[in-house]
């Protein structure tokens, strides 16, 4: 596992290079595609990362980088769904033991959710965050994954 101050350091530099690259682009996809691809090569403890995005009501994949994961989550059922739902960060230590966990990959461990929400506050998506390591995401994944969320 990362050590904490090691991590918070690690988050402060991409928050920076993500700003920068993102400034001036209008694209939704594109700054999600960006943000995907930054963090997924820079954190290597990251196994899988990408947006899910509510399209009529259904959870589809949007940008992502990693393994071939589900284009369809079955509603209402899993961690990207109870990150819509609840409209707030899910952190699992163990996906194994969460209820109707969604296993698109059988080495995911464990998982971070954070809802994309419009500027009014409505959830849109998701960005979902898989690692093969059991309890690999904390407070400072949420807080900064958070934070970068707020970019696209
Ligand atoms: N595990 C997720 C499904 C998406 S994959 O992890 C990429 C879930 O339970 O919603």
């Given at each position: 596992m990362m050590e904490k101050s090691k991590k918070e350091k690690r988050y402060e530099r991409l928050f920076g290079q993500i700003s920068d690259l993102l400034k001036d682009k209008d694209y939704p996809l594109a700054r999600m595609a960006t943000i995907v691809a930054v963090l997924h090569h820079k954190m290597?403890?990251?196994?899988w990362t990408g947006f899910y995005l509510l399209e009529d009501g259904e959870l589809i994949v949007g940008p992502y980088q990693g393994p071939v994961a589900c284009i369809l989550l079955e509603k209402d059922k899993g961690v990207c769904w109870a990150g819509v739902n609840r409209g707030e960060t899910v952190v699992v230590q163990d996906v194994h033991a969460?209820?109707?966990?969604?296993?698109?990959?059988?080495?995911?461990n464990s998982e971070i959710v954070i809802p994309l929400k419009t500027s009014?506050?409505?959830?849109i998506g998701v960005l979902d965050v898989d690692s093969k390591?059991?309890?690999?995401?904390?407070e400072t994944d949420a807080r900064w994954l958070e934070k970068i969320v707020d970019l696209v």
């Open positions: 290597d403890y990251f196994f969460f209820p109707g966990h969604i296993a698109c990959d059988s080495r995911s009014e506050g409505d959830v390591e059991h309890a690999s995401f904390d």
